[in-house]
C-alpha cells in the first residue's frame, strides 16, 4: 500500500505563511506528476496545484502568485509554500500522485 506523508498544517492569520510537506515512495514520486488538492468544509475537494517529474508546474487561479509547488527528487518530498495567506484558504490540503495515491490530509486554518 501507497502512503504518502504529509505535514506543516495549522493556524496561522491572515497574511502569514505556512510549508506543506509530502513524501512518497522513491518508485512513485520519480514517475508521477505530484499535485495538491484542497476540501472546505462543504465544499468539493479541488486541484491547487501541480508539478510533472520534470518541474513543471500548473496552479488554480485563485493561488496563483502566492503559492509555489517544488519537489526535491532527492527526498521524493513535495512541497507547497503558501504566502500571503487569506481565510479563504482555509481547508484540508491533500497531498496525490496522477496514479491516484491520496495521503491522509492537513488541516490548514487561517484566522485572526
Known amino acids: 500500500q501507497v502512503q504518502l506523508v504529509e505535514s506543516g498544517g495549522g493556524l496561522v492569520q491572515p497574511g502569514g505563511s505556512l510549508r506543506l510537506s509530502c513524501a512518497a515512495p522513491?518508485?512513485?514520486?520519480?514517475?508521477?506528476?505530484m499535485a495538491w488538492y484542497r476540501q472546505a468544509p462543504g465544499s468539493q475537494r479541488e486541484l491547487v496545484a501541480v508539478?510533472?517529474?520534470?518541474?513543471?508546474?500548473n496552479y488554480a487561479d485563485s493561488v496563483k502568485g502566492r503559492f509555489t509547488i517544488s519537489r526535491d527528487n532527492a527526498k521524493s518530498t513535495v512541497y507547497l509554500e503558501m504566502n500571503d495567506l487569506k481565510p479563504e484558504d482555509t481547508a484540508v490540503y491533500y497531498c496525490?500522485?496522477?496514479?491516484?495515491?491520496w495521503g491522509q490530509g492537513t488541516q490548514v486554518t487561517v484566522s485572526s
Open positions: 522513491r518508485i512513485i514520486f520519480s514517475a508521477y506528476q
Open positions: 508539478i510533472s517529474p520534470g518541474g513543471t508546474t
Open positions: 496525490n500522485t496522477h496514479a491516484g495515491h
